[in-house]
Each structure stands twice: as C-alpha cells, then as structure tokens.
C-alpha cells in the first residue's frame, strides 16, 4: 500500500470567519495534559479488556489530536455532541465523567451512564452514522429557539455530529448533509478520516477520496485539516462552529488523522494490514509531535511532560478503580426507561420478571 | 348544526359547537391546528406538508396559519425526516412529523427502531422522545405499490414505540391530541381509505363513551363500537366501519355481532378484549396486513390466555394474505371483505368440539 498523503488542503470556509486565535502557553500546556489523558486512559482500556476488567472496548490511539482538538473548541453552555462509539477522547476533553462513559464498554448501559443533558454529549451511538440526523434536528431546534428569542447577537448552539470515512458511506449522512444545508442548521460534521472502516481502506470506501469534497456540492463550505495536528484541528474546529453560530449554515471539517490500533479489542488488523503499512500510513504519532512543538517554543520541559505523564497514569488508575467498583445495574431497569410512561403490558411482564427472578 | 365548519378559523374565535359534522381528515387537521395553537414546542414536518397541505391535505392552512417555522416541508428523505424529528425532540421540542404514505416509512425504519424507539432507554430517561409519527395507512383507495402497506405488526412489534389507529373521525380527533400530548414515541396510523367519511365528531376534551368497556378515560385501551352477544369481531382502522357493516348485516339473520375497536396496537387492552370475549365467547380479529405474524396472532394469543376456559371456538382471524400487497385492481381481493368476515363469523358460531 502506497503511504496516505495528506491531500491538498481543501479550505473553503470564507476568510472573514477567520479569526483563529493565537494559543496562550497555558492553553497549548493545557492541551497536552489532556491529550496525554487521553492517551494513557485508552490503552489502559485495551489493557482492561485483555485483564478480562471490560468485555470490549473501541480503541482511539492516533486519533488523540483530532478528538481533544475538536473537543476544545465546543462551548458546552451552548453547544451539543453527537458521538460515535469512539469518541472517549472528546467525551474526556468536554468532561464527562469517564467511568461513567467506560460504563458502556463494561456492559453495564449501552448509552454510558453519563447524563446526556449535562454533559451535552449524546449517548454512545453503536450505528455507524445514526447519530449524524440528530445533530442537525437539534442545530434546527437552535435555529427555531433563536427565531423566538429577543437576542440572538451572541450567536446559535451549535450541533457537532461527529463521523468517520466509513459512516460517509451511509446514505443517512447524505441526508443530514442535504437537510443541514436546506435548512442552513447550526452544525458541524466533523468527520474523522481514520483511513480505515475496520478492515475496509479509505480508498475503497470513499468516491473521490475526500469526505469534505462532498461539501461543495450540498454548497457547504468545507476544511480539511491535519487531524494530527491539535492546533490545526482546534483552530479548524473553531472556525467551523464560529461559521454556523453566526447563522451562516453547516460546515464540513474532515480532519485526516489514522487509527493505530484495531477497530476494536476483537479486531485483527494482521488480516487486512501490516506493521510496516501501519508506520508508514500512521505518520507522526500526534503526541510527541505537539510535545516537539511545545519543547522547541518553550513552552513546556522535560520536567512538565515528566509530571504529566505520570499524572494521566495517575487518572487512568483512578478511572481503572472506578470501573472496577462500577456495579450492575437492577435488572428492573430494564423496564424503568422503555417508556416515559410504561404501559400496563409492560408493568406485567415486570412484575413477573420479578416474581420468577427475585422470588419476591 | 352546520355542515361544513371552517377548519382554519382560529379556535378562540368561533363558538365552538358540541358536535360537528367532520371528515376525519378535517377532523385530524382541526387538531393538529389546535396543537400548534396549544403548544408553542410543536412542529410538523415531513413531505409537502407545507404549501399543498400535505397530498391528502390533512395539514392544510397550517402553514398559512402558524408559519414556515412550525410547519415546514422537508427534503424528499424519510430517514431525514425521522432522524431530525429525533434532535428536534432531544432539544426540547414536540415533532409531529409525517410520511406521505405507509411504505414510505420503510426507509425511515433504521431510525424509527434502531434511535426513535430506543433514545429514551439508552440515555437512561434524560432523552424523552414526544415525537409523534403520522402515518396514512392500509389499503383501499387503488393507490401505487407500497401505498397501502399495513405496518401495525412491523411497529408493535418494535419495543420503546406506541402505536395507535383511529377508526372514524372522533377518534382520530381525540387520539391524535391524547398522542401528541404524551412524553412517548407514537405511530399514529390514520386509515387513508376513511379519510373522506364523514361523522358528528364532539370536539369537547375528556368525553368518556359510554361504550368504553370498563369505564376509563376513552382515549386510552379499545372501545366498543357496538355491542353484541354472539361474537365479538375485533377490528382497527378502517376494518372497524366494515365490521359494523358486518354487524348490521349479521343482525338481520338474529346474529348479534359485537364490534371492538381496538384502537391502541401497542399497548393493546388485554382487559378490554378479555371483558368482550368472555362475554361472547366467540371471537374473529380482522385486520388488513398478512395473515402470518399479524398483530391478529397476538390478539388471538392474548384471547386464549385470558378466555381460554370460556372460548366456544378457535380465535378466527380474517386478514389479509401472506403475498406482497397487491395492485389495485385486485386489493378488493386482498383486504378482508364483507363476505369473507363473515364465513369467518360463521367457522366460529359453526364450531363444535371434536
């Protein structure tokens, strides 16, 4: 296989949106920390699965830069996430509490025991594009919400639907693209071209090679970005979501970045790649690369990576201990949130579930 | 009592009469006008809803009358459609969206089960969905392929969804308000054929009919259409008018065939059907979809289990056939008519104990 180069940038987005901030030490430090975070919390998770702790876990390795990147840039006061099932580093970066999201890939919920609504990140979605539609209901909602509102001069919420290179298969993403640009909703598609839908390449997935070319067409402006690069992609992502709050419609952002590890604690990526194509086609790891460029502007020491190293040790320990603790939840929950309002047929098949299960 | 009523008026300003005469697409329409005006989170939405009213016009005026924010049409996409009823739900508000025709949710279905039904369960209650669905369904106005598709069983089959068929106007009006106002997912499926069929609707809220078997509230579980004491023909949709036509027709050779609308699908009202069958101890379903795994198998399940010691007969079900629905030409052929119930009345008031 042929190394993946970054095709040319495609930069759509009109200038006048452009007003990417310069970043402060703190905030580039602060970005490491949690790309560091970020890192060690998702190989300890494959460590769980193999210890028998988690019966599966999808891995994000490479992918720290685009998702803690991406993550930045939201505005949880206002804005909303629509993840995919791998989306653990923009989950930490937003704050959920993590063992609550590892709770998922425990079998405890499939949606992750987070609170949606506070943490504005949807539940963990296992269909591959079945979140993308959501996100651009709940950006026209914004729309509409302004619409009634007195001032509307701070801007929309913005929905970020977040996808692969394989979900662009999906004809629902055709749809959320088409209805997000006919109803110039407040959303961002970022899409996370991780070259890979588990076993299948990007270039057999993807007509025209490019996610964000598709944009022209829907008359969305489009960036595509280094998605290894955490500066690149949160000045990307920025921009995107200043574009749809100012009211202007969706934006594409296709972050080219690539999945290290396998699909998921099942998967044998022996069968479909190698080692050699794995190094060549996985470029520069995103972490020491922005380590490089802290070290060479001064922003960071040996003696910072050092300490936060060893603290993202600390917390993936912490989070191992809370998902170790995590307990099953009642089996009478499995009937608890069917409904708002359950039904009578329902309540019965409840009560004997109890009766034959709990002898009660 | 007037005729005709001018649906788009603003309910605050006219005198709102306890019966008028209203189709149920009048009717339907008269109520989503009053949700819209009622609850400023409502939203309908789905294909030429807007301008044209929708092709069988039932959200006609609407737009006119609310907006292009509350009612608007969509790109030519139901899984669109559906998918964006779903975050306009999770950002607080109450879509009413609607697919043209019956199997025209066939590619909305991925999002109906696999998000609608299951969104409240998997953000463990924080991700309500109020959505309620309309969908024109069944047979009988000689309509394309995949324009008469009868899809109660495909729904109710699915957990997290409620499902619900109208029979005439009354109850299309009721139930499509006591639907909007639940916090739940519901397929609400209007009988396309009854459309145009005429009926005195009471637009008065919380009107309990004196047929309801067990005295509730008459939005919820089934209602007797009319009462009998021979059989009871358990029917939804627009089966219900004909098994009223079977009824009377029955009633003239001294059979007294009761007729329960079941009304809801999902949940279906096990102690309605019970109090009906144990007291006639006979009983025909009637429905227009396939015959195998048909919603008419769970209700004859429901039957034996609640009636078993009582039944005179095996639970007969009149339905459609197990063939792709046909073309026009021949749906008479397919749905269940009036000369078929009524052989199946007769296998059940013939049988004997072997």
Same mark, same amino acid.
Request: proline letters at 6%; aromatic letters at 8%; hydrophobic letters at 40%.
């Given at each position: ?14 200038? &006048? ?98 609170? +949606? ?51 662009? +298969? ?113 470029? =520069? ?41 995590? =307990? ?33 | 009592? +007037? ?119 998997? +953000? ?12 024109? !369904?069944?047979?009988?106005? $000689? ?12 729904? !109710? ?9 109208? !029979? ?24 396309? &054929? ?40 358990i ?16 009633? =003239? ?7 329960l609308?079941l $009304?809801?699908l999902?949940?279906i009202?096990e102690?309605?059907l019970?109090?009906?069958v ?5 009983a025909?379903v009637?429905h ?6 048909g919603l008419g198998a769970e209700v004859a399940a429901l039957i ?11 639970v007969?079900r ?37």
């Open positions: 296989m042929t190394p993946r180069a970054l095709a040319a940038t495609l930069d759509t987005l009109p200038l &006048a949106q452009t007003d990417a901030p310069g970043f402060d030490p703190s905030r580039m430090r602060d970005l490491y920390r949690m790309l560091s975070n970020v890192r060690r919390l998702d190989t300890a998770a494959v460590a769980w699965q193999r210890q028998g702790l988690i019966p599966g876990y999808a891995p994000m390795l490479g992918q720290e830069a685009a998702q803690v990147g991406a993550g930045a840039a939201v505005d949880t006061t206002r804005d909303f996430v629509f993840p995919t099932y791998r989306e653990m580093g923009v989950a930490y970066t937003l704050g959920v509490n993590m063992v609550d999201y590892m709770s998922t890939h425990k079998a405890i919920w499939h949606g992750g025991l987070y609170d +949606s609504i506070a943490t504005r990140f949807a539940p963990f979605q296992a269909v591959v594009g079945g979140s993308v539609l959501h996100a651009v209901g709940w950006a026209h909602g914004q729309t509409l919400n302004g619409a009634t509102a007195s001032a509307v001069e701070d801007g929309l919420g913005v929905g970020l639907a977040f996808l692969g290179d394989g979900a662009s +298969s999906q004809g629902d993403v055709h749809e959320a693209m088409n209805f997000a640009a006919i109803l110039k909703a407040p959303v961002v598609f970022f899409v996370q071209n991780n070259g890979w839908a588990i076993s299948v390449p990007t270039e057999q997935q993807v007509a025209g090679g490019s996610v964000a070319d598709r944009a022209a067409g829907y008359g969305m402006p489009a960036l595509r970005v280094d998605g290894n690069d955490v500066l690149a992609v949160l000045a990307a992502t920025q921009r995107a979501v200043a574009h749809a709050r100012a009211g202007l419609g969706p934006v594409v952002v296709e972050a080219m970045t690539y999945r290290r590890g396998p699909h998921s604690t099942s998967d044998d990526p022996g069968r479909y790649r190698t080692l050699d194509d794995e190094k060549i086609d996985g470029g =520069e790891d995103p972490l020491s690369r922005f380590r490089d460029v802290l070290l060479a502007q001064g922003v960071a020491d040996a003696a910072f990576f050092a300490r936060v190293d060893a603290a993202a040790q600390q917390h993936a320990d912490d989070i191992r201990d809370g998902v170790v603790a995590l =307990e099953s939840r009642p089996g009478s929950e499995m009937f608890d949130f069917v409904f708002q309002e359950s039904t009578p047929t329902l309540g019965a098949q409840a009560r004997q579930w109890r009766e034959e299960s709990e002898h009660v | 009592m +007037s005729d005709t009523l001018d649906v788009a008026t603003p309910r605050s300003l006219q005198e709102t009469p306890p019966l008028v005469q209203l189709s149920m697409q009048q009717a339907i329409n008269r109520a989503l006008g009053e949700i819209l005006a009622d609850d400023d989170r409502a939203l309908i939405f789905g294909e030429d809803v807007g301008v044209l009213g929708g092709v069988f016009r039932v959200t006609d005026g609407l737009q006119a009358r609310f907006g292009a924010n509350r009612v608007f049409d969509t790109p030519l996409a139901e899984s669109g459609i559906l998918g964006t009823a779903i975050g306009l739900a999770m950002a607080g508000f109450h879509p009413i969206p609607e697919v043209q025709f019956d199997g025209f949710a066939y590619p909305a279905v991925n999002q109906i089960i696999t998000q609608l039904a299951r969104m409240n369960y998997r +953000s463990r209650g924080r991700l309500p969905m109020p959505v309620t669905l309309r969908v024109p !369904s069944f047979g009988g106005i $000689r309509a394309p392929e995949h324009h008469g598709e009868s899809l109660e069983s495909l729904f !109710s089959h699915v957990p997290g969804l409620k499902v619900v068929s109208p !029979s005439n106007p009354q109850q299309a009006y009721h139930l499509l308000k006591h639907a909007v106002a639940m916090p739940d997912p519901v397929i609400f499926m209007e009988p396309k &054929a009854r459309y145009w069929n005429k009926a005195k609707v009471n637009l008065l809220d919380n009107v309990v009919d004196a047929m309801d078997p067990v005295g509730r509230a008459s939005l919820e579980g089934s209602v007797i259409a009319r009462p009998g004491k021979h059989a009871t023909l029917a939804w949709g627009a089966m219900v008018s004909r098994c009223l036509q079977v009824a009377e027709l029955a009633a =003239e050779d001294g059979i007294e065939l009761e007729v609308d $009304r809801w999902k949940p009202d102690a309605g019970a109090a009906s144990s007291r006639t101890r006979r025909i009637v227009e979809g396939p015959h195998t795994a034996s289990q609640s009636c078993f010691n009582t039944l005179r007969a095996p007969e009149v339905t459609g056939f197990d063939v792709p629905y046909p073309s026009g030409d021949l749906e008479d052929e397919y749905i269940p008519n009036i000369d078929r119930i009524l052989f199946g009345v007769q296998r059940v008031l013939e049988y004997r104990r072997g």
